[in-house]
């Protein structure tokens, strides 16, 4: 993890940017969940019993199971699963916060999804999770200068879950990607903890310029399907856009915009829009009440 990731300090920005800084989770009681429905399916369903041997029940930890998991879904003839297998592995064991927000991660669509029923589901089915996990690997090797692995890692993600997320884009945990198709996030966009994204929603810049140009989007926030921010503005805390807005300035916290372009149409009705999920336009006034 960046130090600033861990410090919360300013880097570039007119507030801190927090980044994986909520209470960790048990990493262990997420993998023996994952275990004991796994072992359940294994009994009940044949046909995805070599699916399951091979991804959990071979497996010691979290961090192999992902391993595993993304090496089957990324390979490739240029490389292969038997040279991901240890690349991907290896990587997750050298970095365990990598580990710990996968597992925040797979909290955040078991508690957001009503269509999850157990945590074993994003580990093996869900491509938000696979795509948000893959980006976590490219970005890990970006911030060691392995530039071109990571940039590799980003066209798999891309081809693989049409899921576009630069490698140097800096993600926070919690988040849950839902649906994912079409996501697409620039290189110096950054979402904080605690964020939900439905699918077509795009992170991007605007015109030719360099540095910092792309959204930063604070925790808590709910960004609807279709929704595309652009240029360097603050979606901030506990914001929701509605479904199919384009966003070129500011949103303020605890506010709800909407439309083409983006207007303020509220305060959000609930203190945190990205953990109630609710994409209905439902806003309250100053007083509290409907607006």
Sequence with gaps: MDSDQQNGTTTGEDAPVRICRAPQVDVEAVWQSIRDRASA?????????????DVILKQSSLGQAAGVRLARKLAREDMTREELNPLLTGILAEDETLVASMARDICAIVERDPACDSPLQPLLFFKGFMAISTYRISHHLWQRDRIELALYFQSLASEVFAVDIHPAARIGCGILLDHATSFVVGETAIIEDDVSILHEVTLGG?????????PVVRSGVLLGAGSKILGRVEIGEGAKVGAGSVVLTDVPPHSTVAGVPAQLVGEAAEDAPALEMDQRLICRNAAGGPG
């Design 41 to 53: 399916i294994h009994e009940e369903e044949h046909g995805l019993r070599v699916l399951i041997e």
């Design 206 to 214: 605007t015109g030719k310029q360099t540095g910092a140009r792309h």
